[in-house]
């Protein structure tokens, strides 16, 4: 039961309610206000109405994330009660529990997650910085000087 409880005592070594409650509602902030994919469906919407719907629907799909990330962690903290760090439970099933052929396409999957969420970051930024703060400063600049000021910005490569 201990290993389900979300609120635990200000001592707990690994989150502490306080620090629960002064970063959960930070990171609830920069999930529903800053995901791509949810400020996407927000401004491709018809209306104020289909944008909700949009956003409630996405949020719905992120109740996989229980059954895939949490109960697995949960059960690794079952299955594992003398690992030291619990960031280990994770690996440590997929490398123990999964067949060979399963384990590879799960860490292709994460190595494709991490590859797209950083594409997707570098891309925001540099648009945020080219369309947000180059053009207010130079708004006589063409759109091949908007590419190179993006690319800039993304990676620092100059070239187009």
Same mark, same amino acid.
């Given at each position: ?33 800053t ?5 996407q ?21 992120? %109740?996989a ?9 949960? @059960? /690794?903290? &079952?299955?594992?009660? =003398? ?22 396409v ?13 594409s ?8 945020l ?7 207010? %400063? ?7 000087g908007?590419?190179? @000021? /993006?690319? &800039?910005?993304?990676? =620092?490569r100059?070239?187009?």
């Amino acid at each position: 039961p201990e290993n389900l409880s979300l609120i635990r005592p200000a001592t707990d070594p690994s989150v502490p309610w306080p620090t629960l409650i002064i970063t959960l509602p930070l990171l609830g902030f920069y999930f529903w206000c800053t995901s791509q994919a949810m400020v996407q469906r927000t401004l491709s919407a018809r209306s104020v109405n289909e944008a909700r719907w949009g956003n409630l629907f996405a949020g719905l799909l992120n %109740f996989a994330v229980f059954f895939v990330m949490v109960l697995p962690g949960v @059960a /690794g903290r &079952v299955l594992y009660p =003398g690992l030291e760090k619990g960031d280990l439970i994770y690996p440590k099933l997929v490398f123990e529990l999964m067949p060979p052929g399963i384990k590879g396409v799960v860490v292709v999957g994460f190595v494709a997650a991490m590859i797209s969420t950083l594409s997707s970051i570098l891309n925001s930024a540099a648009t945020l910085v080219t369309m947000d703060f180059v053009k207010k %400063f130079r708004p006589d600049l063409t759109s091949r000087g908007q590419v190179m @000021a /993006g690319n &800039v910005a993304e990676i =620092g490569r100059a070239h187009v």
